[in-house]
């Protein structure tokens, strides 16, 4: 299981999730095995320690 450290950045990777950019520019996690989305970023950049698709 993925672990916050406090120190901008993650021990471990994000499981079962993957991330995706969207028309619009944003990132969009998505959650690998139901395949709904989950949420998006605004600010813009990807999320930490989630894995990204083609």
């Not at 916050?4 to 021990?11: E, K």
């Not at 139901?34 to 989630?50: A, E, L, N, S, W």
Request: hydrophobic share 20%; glycine share 12%.
């Amino acid at each position: 299981m993925a672990k916050n450290t406090g120190h901008n950045h993650r021990n471990g990777a994000v499981k079962s999730r993957s991330q995706l950019k969207s028309p619009n520019g944003n990132y969009i996690k998505r959650n690998s095995t139901t395949g709904r989305f989950m949420d998006q970023k605004t600010t813009g950049g990807k999320f930490k320690g989630v894995r990204t698709e083609k």
